[in-house]
């Protein structure tokens, strides 16, 4: 008899356990989601900072509405180049919108978000932007004699909307051992970041300005030059990033 009832509860615990366990049916995201964020003026890629969720610099946002009216945002890391490339996205339909340094895409009256359906393997959205600022080299960085390399730039304003056309707060010479230059990476023994106040960033506009590293260590150098306005999240706009080597 204790046999029988014991086999009996074994078999119950058995068919329990099966009935609670969950098979996962569902394919892995196996799509790949890339393109580019574009200067609408220039028609050149807008240089950012790698970035993640935490929206230091330029990222695409992801709504999946294939389920849901109201789903929660993810978002997609961009590269240094204004590109980005994610290779394990699930097939579904997303609306999407890249966050960044330049005008809004989602404002009213003007919303630019892009409905796209993410299937087929490899799926392309880019997307024009007006960024706020626009840093370009002036010729080649000099190497000084005591060590220090001297750039010379130029920042004009990427966008004729007066509503982001806000004071310029920042001009920096971001020095780093690393490719990866900019606000979130770089050695602070070397750079050389000013700060301006009130309106007298503004000066800066349109005019060449040099600015000059402290004396670097003898190796290859990666040097890129940020501009920002006081709006929002205050993001950089970029230079393309040039190498030198101290020797």
């Given at each position: ?133 626009r840093v370009d080299w002036v010729g080649q960085p000099v190497i000084n004699a005591d060590g220090s390399v ?27 051992p690393y490719e990866y230059a900019g606000n979130n990476n770089y050695d602070s023994r070397y750079s050389n ?46 230079s393309t990033i040039q190498m030198v080597t101290i020797k």
């Amino acid at each position: 008899m204790k046999n029988i009832a014991l086999t009996a509860f074994t078999c119950a615990v058995l068919l329990i356990g099966n009935s609670c366990k969950k098979v996962d049916n569902y394919d892995g995201p196996t799509e790949t989601l890339k393109g580019s964020i574009i200067d609408a003026g220039t028609k050149q890629n807008v240089q950012s900072e790698v970035s993640g969720d935490n929206g230091s610099g330029t990222r695409i946002k992801l709504l999946e509405i294939s389920w849901s009216d109201t789903p929660t945002p993810l978002y997609l890391a961009t590269k240094q180049d204004g590109t980005y490339t994610n290779t394990k996205v699930f097939a579904a339909t997303y609306k999407m919108i890249a966050e960044g340094a330049f005008v809004p895409m989602d404002l009213a009256g003007n919303d630019q978000t892009k409905t796209v359906d993410v299937k087929g393997g490899t799926t392309t959205v880019d997307f024009t932007v007006e960024p706020f600022l626009r840093v370009d080299w002036v010729g080649q960085p000099v190497i000084n004699a005591d060590g220090s390399v001297s750039i010379q730039v130029t920042v004009t304003r990427g966008t004729s909307n007066p509503s982001f056309q806000q004071n310029i707060i920042n001009l920096a010479l971001f020095v780093c051992p690393y490719e990866y230059a900019g606000n979130n990476n770089y050695d602070s023994r070397y750079s050389n970041v000013l700060t301006y106040s009130g309106t007298t960033g503004n000066a800066i506009v349109g005019q060449t300005i040099t600015l000059t590293s402290k004396p670097l260590p003898k190796k290859d150098w990666f040097l890129r030059v940020g501009s920002r306005i006081a709006y929002g999240t205050n993001r950089y706009n970029y230079s393309t990033i040039q190498m030198v080597t101290i020797k």
